[in-house]
């Protein structure tokens, strides 16, 4: 697991994030003369370090007699090591934090194009120009809300592009509901194609981009906005805080989803995609109601019919039914 720094410089980045995860997983006191032993390093560079997290805004205690304590870490950062503790097992991507960014999806696209070979993850918790379908505006709160972008190296038809737009949306569908109650569950919806919507309000917005040579999809980034800490963001959002009435940990919401993508990735790789369908399909909200749609060049009015097992929205207009690949669905 990687984890990088957006602005700043650090003594040795990778070593300081190794005290950390040591402290994280000892959940009690350990001596500079041990934690410089198992990570070859000095005691003075120990100190350095703890210093380093200190100013960040971790609560180190430290004892003469018995060493290093940590008693508590900032709630306002996203800390690669919990998610990863959290996770119970190696990460499935390399993660990359950054303080703040502009857009996770541009910072990943930028990556992409100078060539990584591996999956990772970027993840920030100030994401200052982040944008949603149809170049809108994504507005999140800093150190409450989740923002990141999963950028997968493929070899794929771009006619798979779908399946990753529908897989995302599913795994972020049943992390929500695993922190809300059984009555509220039926208010949670994949709004098509996958936008996540709670009693008609959003609260999760993802947007892909896909990098292609010829027919071929070489990789597809995958960008995620969630609700999660935040509070009164605009009038037709909403936040999980607000759903279930308190805060969460959002380094343990991330490991949540991370195991649901993983499996929903799973299925698609072993030709399995069609559970992956049928759970978004059952899951999908206004099936049956009327609506309204925009195809790009009018706004049809009909009945949400059904989606397709390749993606595709069907709506019902008097006696005529179309399916469409792209477009806004316009709730009324």
């Not at 119970?88 to 070979?117: C, H, R, W």
């Not at 999963?150 to 972020?172: E, H, M, P, R, W």
């Not at 509220?184 to 609260?203: A, G, H, S, V």
């Amino acid at each position: 697991m990687e984890k990088e720094a957006a602005t700043g410089t650090d003594l040795n980045k990778h070593t300081m994030n190794d005290i950390l995860k040591l402290l994280l997983i000892e959940k009690d006191y350990l001596s500079g003369e041990y934690i410089a032993e198992r990570l070859g390093i000095s005691r003075t560079a120990v100190w350095k370090h703890i210093k380093q997290l200190r100013k960040k805004g971790f609560d180190i205690f430290s004892s003469p007699n018995k060493g290093y304590l940590l008693r508590s870490f900032p709630e306002c950062l996203i800390i690669p090591e919990m998610v990863e503790l959290y996770y119970k097992d190696n990460l499935p991507f390399k993660v990359i934090y950054l303080d703040q960014v502009d857009s996770t999806n541009n910072y990943a696209k930028e990556m992409a194009l100078k060539g990584e070979k591996k999956n990772f993850l970027v993840i920030t918790d100030n994401q200052t120009s982040g944008r949603g379908r149809f170049n809108r505006s994504w507005i999140s709160q800093k150190g409450k809300d989740l923002t990141f972008s999963i950028c997968l190296k493929l070899n794929k038809s771009i006619q798979d592009f779908y399946k990753f737009t529908i897989l995302s949306g599913l795994a972020v569908y049943h992390t929500l509901r695993d922190f809300i109650s059984e009555g509220q569950k039926e208010f949670l919806k994949i709004k098509w194609p996958n936008d996540i919507y709670f009693e008609n309000k959003k609260i999760c917005g993802i947007l892909s981009e896909m990098i292609t040579e010829e027919m071929i999809m070489n990789y597809i980034i995958i960008g995620i906005g969630i609700n999660v800490n935040s509070r009164r963001l605009y009038e037709n959002a909403i936040s999980l805080c607000e759903i279930i009435n308190k805060e969460i940990d959002r380094n343990y919401w991330l490991s949540i989803f991370l195991r649901y993508f993983a499996e929903f990735y799973s299925y698609y790789e072993n030709g399995e995609f069609l559970k992956v369908y049928e759970e978004w399909k059952k899951n999908m909200g206004w099936i049956e109601k009327d609506i309204r749609f925009d195809n790009g060049k009018e706004i049809i009015e009909g009945v949400l019919e059904d989606v397709s097992e390749n993606g595709g929205i069907i709506i019902r207009k008097g006696k005529a039914v179309n399916t469409y690949y792209s477009g806004d669905l316009l709730i009324r």
